[in-house]
């Protein structure tokens, strides 16, 4: 529209510039072929009908006839009509900080949170953004903030202090991001992440946690430790339980042993009778006689056994 209005007094200027004649030193005005150049100036015009939207970014597209439209305009160049103005919204990951936010406990004490929130405007629901809030910053001031202070207040509601500052912190984070994440898509803007940079209930309940998690954690090592003594314990019983197992065949072994070897000697002296030992006795006689003999010393032959006759 401003390009169009601009247009229009260039060409009056220059159709009355061109107009005018120089006469016998007096200046005067009046229609002329010359004229028609002033509408040279409407080739701006032509500028008029593109627009580029940069690179992440979106276009809306705001007609002072019809409004804002509902359909965005990618990152490139594209045509327009010249009465039409094209706005452009960044599609960045934004981080808005809210400090210092108040809420209160379950049990009635009062905490206060420092966030940082990270979103970035629907490529295709920037027009929304646009109608409400015009600009980015507007919608931190008229959107972020006050969101994320009403979804903290109703989750830290729902917990204790020591629960919120201990060991229900990840369900906190976890309803404050499905909260916000629906929140905020219900104005075209997309929720990335939240994080609780500081969170401070004062002096008393600090102490009173620090307390806490020194006790838990003693609690903590000797039910370690007891564990530890225990699993030692049966650790031990098991040994002895093996060692006696161990034993106890071992004993039996050797029970087993000495009762095959006693059977084998038993086997072994039935078996030996006085004619087997003494043709063992021949077959390993060298035929040699013993030089040393005594009574007591029975010869392999007896020579004095008499010879019968034939």
Do not use: C
């Not at 010249?82 to 452009?88: C, G, L, M, P, T």
């Not at 919608?139 to 207040?153: A, G, H």
């Not at 838990?216 to 370690?224: D, F, W, Y």
């Not at 030089?291 to 056994?305: A, C, G, L, Q, R």
Request: proline share 3%; aromatic share 8%; hydrophobic share 40%.
């Amino acid at each position: 529209m401003a390009l169009l209005i601009i247009t229009v007094i260039l060409f009056i200027a220059a159709f009355i510039f061109l107009g005018l004649k120089d006469k016998d030193g007096d200046l005067s005005w009046g229609f002329q072929i010359r004229q028609a150049l002033s509408l040279i100036v409407f080739v701006l015009l032509i500028f008029g009908t593109f627009t580029k939207v940069p690179a992440n970014n979106v276009g809306i597209l705001y007609s002072p006839f019809n409004g804002t439209s509902n359909q965005t305009l990618p990152e490139g160049f594209h045509s327009k009509n010249i009465f039409d103005k094209v706005y452009d919204i960044s599609t960045e990951v934004q981080t808005t900080s809210v400090e210092n936010l108040t809420t209160q406990t379950k049990d009635a004490q009062y905490v206060s949170s420092t966030l940082d929130i990270k979103y970035r405007v629907s490529e295709t629901n920037a027009y929304l953004v646009f109608k409400q809030f015009r600009t980015l910053d507007n919608m931190s001031k008229t959107l972020i903030v006050p969101t994320t202070q009403r979804v903290l207040e109703l989750t830290t509601t729902k917990y204790n202090v020591m629960d919120v500052l201990g060991e229900a912190r990840a369900d906190v984070y976890k309803e404050l991001e499905a909260a916000m994440t629906n929140e905020l898509l219900k104005y075209g803007v997309e929720f990335y992440s939240i994080s609780i940079t500081d969170m401070d209930a004062g002096d008393e309940i600090e102490a009173a946690i620090t307390k806490e998690a020194v006790a838990k954690k003693s609690v903590e090592t000797a039910e370690q430790e007891l564990l530890k003594a225990e699993t030692d314990a049966k650790k031990k019983s098991v040994d002895a339980k093996a060692n006696q197992d161990a034993a106890k065949i071992e004993a039996e072994t050797k029970v087993i042993e000495a009762n095959a070897e006693k059977e084998a000697n038993d086997l072994l002296q039935q078996s030996l009778t006085p004619e087997l030992l003494e043709k063992m006795w021949i077959e390993k006689w060298d035929g040699q006689l013993p030089k040393v003999s005594s009574e007591n010393v029975k010869p392999i032959f007896d020579v004095t056994e008499e010879v019968p006759s034939e």
